[in-house]
């Protein structure tokens, strides 16, 4: 089983393998989180991201998918992106939130990365709830079967979000 951790800070400054990057469909910056990564990260992740976006992802990321890219000057080996769901009230796209969190599993396996750090993906512009999207995080990456990732670490912007985090955990846990 994955070790969960839980920490409030900059994702940008985690030394794991994989940071997960809450990215936006063109994989070409934005605000953020996405937008913190890209300067931080320097130009090379921009340009394995063009190439990605002049491949096999002509019309962008899919919401819920991932792929992975160097990390460029970050203290990690990898970026995995994933592009959240935009909340709804009218509809339902949970399984497409769990779905980012599943898919960067799978990356940062595919890869051989041994810790990785995620943010609270779909939270901020995308305005999911945050009790909600941290018990859909949480539980995803609890019940994912990891070959090589050993913790998930999830690295949350303020005190409200590892608030809702970790109480979402304690309720897991029980």
Same mark, same amino acid.
């Given at each position: 089983?994955?070790?969960?951790?839980?920490?409030?800070?900059?994702?940008?400054?985690?030394?794991?393998?994989?940071?997960?990057?809450?990215?936006?469909?063109?994989?070409?910056?934005? #605000?953020? !989180?996405?937008? @913190?990564?890209?300067? +931080?990260?320097?130009?090379?992740?921009?340009?394995?991201?063009? %190439? =990605? $976006?002049?491949?096999?992802?002509?019309?962008?990321?899919?919401?819920?998918?991932?792929?992975?890219?160097?990390?460029?000057?970050?203290?990690?080996?990898?970026?995995?992106?994933?592009? #959240?769901? !935009?909340?709804? @009230?009218?509809?339902? +796209?949970?399984?497409?939130?769990?779905?980012?969190?599943?898919? %960067? =599993? $799978?990356?940062?396996?595919?890869?051989?990365?041994?810790?990785?750090?995620?943010?609270?993906?779909?939270?901020?512009?995308?305005?999911?709830?945050?009790?909600?999207?941290?018990?859909?995080?949480?539980?995803?990456?609890?019940?994912?079967?990891?070959?090589?990732?050993?913790?998930?670490?999830?690295?949350?912007?303020?005190?409200?979000?590892?608030?809702?985090?970790?109480?979402?955990?304690?309720?897991?846990?029980?």
């Amino acid at each position: 089983m994955t070790n969960i951790t839980l920490i409030t800070g900059d994702i940008t400054e985690q030394k794991v393998d994989a940071i997960v990057n809450a990215a936006n469909s063109s994989l070409l910056g934005g #605000g953020g !989180v996405d937008g @913190a990564i890209h300067r +931080r990260g320097g130009p090379e992740i921009l340009e394995e991201c063009r %190439a =990605l $976006r002049s491949s096999q992802y002509g019309d962008g990321l899919p919401a819920g998918q991932a792929v992975a890219t160097t990390a460029g000057r970050l203290p990690a080996r990898w970026v995995i992106h994933t592009v #959240g769901p !935009v909340f709804s @009230a009218a509809e339902d +796209r949970s399984e497409t939130l769990a779905s980012c969190y599943r898919e %960067a =599993l $799978r990356v940062a396996d595919e890869l051989g990365a041994r810790t990785m750090a995620f943010p609270a993906i779909s939270t901020g512009v995308y305005r999911w709830p945050l009790a909600d999207a941290a018990y859909i995080a949480l539980s995803t990456v609890r019940a994912a079967r990891m070959k090589t990732v050993g913790e998930a670490r999830f690295v949350l912007f303020d005190q409200d979000a590892y608030d809702a985090f970790e109480e979402a955990l304690h309720t897991l846990e029980s």
